[in-house]
């Protein structure tokens, strides 16, 4: 039995249909850290993530400046790079972050976490800690230093 024309048609277009996904999917850029000149040329922000003591339900907000670190429980968190888009797009915060575990009796840290966080799609690429989560809030200007001593 012959296929009319059509039916070839409708198979070509739903072929297309189907294979655009895995295209899609293959053509996806690689996500890479900021290098230490788009650091250094960004306004002094700070991070703003929320951290989670699962066993003892504590929840923490912490405010960490861009380069700086800052402890919870056992984890050191390093802030390498946060950014809020501007207020004419579609509202996002994501941040680089470096986080290092000591758990108990050890002395030397060991790097659990190393990545892009993003404030609305925590579960998308977060710590996966036994005891601690920690996600990005939002970042923020770093309030300016006032000059009162230059008077």
Request: net charge negative; with cysteine.
């Amino acid at each position: 039995m012959r296929t009319s024309r059509p039916d070839r048609a409708l198979a070509l277009i739903l072929g297309l249909m189907l294979a655009a996904p895995v295209a899609a999917q293959e053509t996806s850029l690689p996500i890479e850290r900021p290098s230490a000149v788009e650091i250094e040329a960004a306004e002094p922000t700070i991070a703003v993530l929320r951290a989670l003591d699962k066993i003892t339900a504590r929840i923490t907000e912490l405010e960490i400046p861009v380069g700086g670190k800052q402890g919870f429980g056992t984890l050191t968190i390093d802030v390498q790079y946060c950014r809020s888009r501007p207020p004419i797009e579609a509202p996002e915060s994501f941040a680089y972050l470096t986080i290092h575990d000591r758990p108990a009796g050890q002395t030397e840290e060991v790097k659990v976490f190393e990545g892009w966080m993003l404030a609305s799609s925590p579960a998308l690429n977060g710590l996966e800690h036994p005891v601690y989560d920690v996600w990005v809030i939002a970042c923020k200007a770093a309030a300016p230093e006032s000059d009162a001593g230059s008077r």
